[in-house]
């Protein structure tokens, strides 16, 4: 073992989690579950991988995983989420640290998936994040979504051999009802910094966002997942504008909204 923290935050991971924790397991005998009130067996199978397990009330994403980093015994923290997977490579890569400088910070690379098949082109085959950072140098920003870290300003960035594999959607409603909490959550988060919902934003950012990732990127090599992919970024970016568009106009913020206000269909039908 390495002296490494694996934190994770969780939710109703069950489908999951097994992989991830077997994995982890192999790097460290520490591993600091943050859980929200899940209904299902992740905190059993928690257990069962001998994982510290808290409940915490959920104050969002960096937040959460900030709580974790807090409970860590280690100050060198591999950052996880439940659906992320070390391959064999990536575990290798780690033991042979020396992890002896905290101005380092190293970046991993990802496999994403959509269902079974690997994406190998789009915004999902460039995929990478720094993941693996030490406490006492770096924390995560405690935005309402798309949490990153605040490193300091003598940061060095180091790319680890190896891979995180990503099972980041079952199916095609799984990705529509991901763009749409995504995109309320950012819509919430250009609000608080005052951000404005421009007709550029409205309707060119999207379209953008998707020769980008579509045409630019090659998505159009994974075949019907990289047209799912697609879609599902376009109506992210224009349902986050939408959304935006309405706290400006009522001044209120996202959760204050009725739910059927929020509906996949009905969300989609208004902003696409």
Not at 96 to 103: K, Q, V
Not at 120 to 144: A, M
Not at 165 to 170: A, L
Not at 194 to 208: I, N
Request: hydrophobic share 35%; net charge positive; aromatic share 12%.
């Amino acid at each position: 073992m390495i002296p490494v923290s694996v934190v994770i935050i969780t939710r109703n991971e069950a489908e999951i989690i097994a992989d991830t924790l077997a994995m982890a397991r192999l790097i460290t005998n520490d591993i600091v579950i943050i859980d929200n009130d899940s209904t299902d067996a992740t905190l059993q199978i928690a257990e069962y991988y001998g994982c510290r397990v808290y409940q915490k009330h959920w104050d969002g994403y960096g937040a959460n995983k900030n709580k974790g980093i807090e409970l860590a015994k280690h100050d060198w923290i591999l950052s996880l989420d439940a659906d992320e997977v070390a391959d064999q490579d990536l575990i290798t890569s780690l033991y042979t640290l020396r992890l002896n400088d905290p101005e380092i910070v190293y970046d991993i690379r990802f496999r994403s998936y959509f269902g079974k098949k690997l994406i190998r082109f789009g915004k999902w085959g460039r995929d990478h994040h720094i993941r693996l950072f030490n406490r006492t140098k770096v924390r995560w920003i405690e935005s309402p979504v798309h949490e990153t870290l605040i490193l300091p300003g003598k940061t060095r960035i180091k790319r680890l051999k190896g891979h995180l594999h990503h099972y980041s959607v079952s199916n095609g409603t799984e990705c529509r009802e991901k763009a749409l909490h995504y995109a309320r959550l950012s819509a919430q988060g250009c609000y608080n910094n005052q951000k404005r919902a421009t007709f550029t934003k409205l309707y060119l950012s999207p379209l953008f966002n998707f020769v980008k990732n579509y045409i630019f990127f090659l998505g159009f090599l994974d075949g019907k997942e990289g047209w799912q992919i697609a879609k599902s970024a376009i109506k992210h970016t224009r349902l986050k504008y939408y959304f935006l568009k309405k706290m400006e106009n009522t001044n209120l913020i996202y959760s204050n909204y009725r739910e059927k206000d929020y509906s996949i269909d009905n969300a989609y039908s208004r902003a696409v």
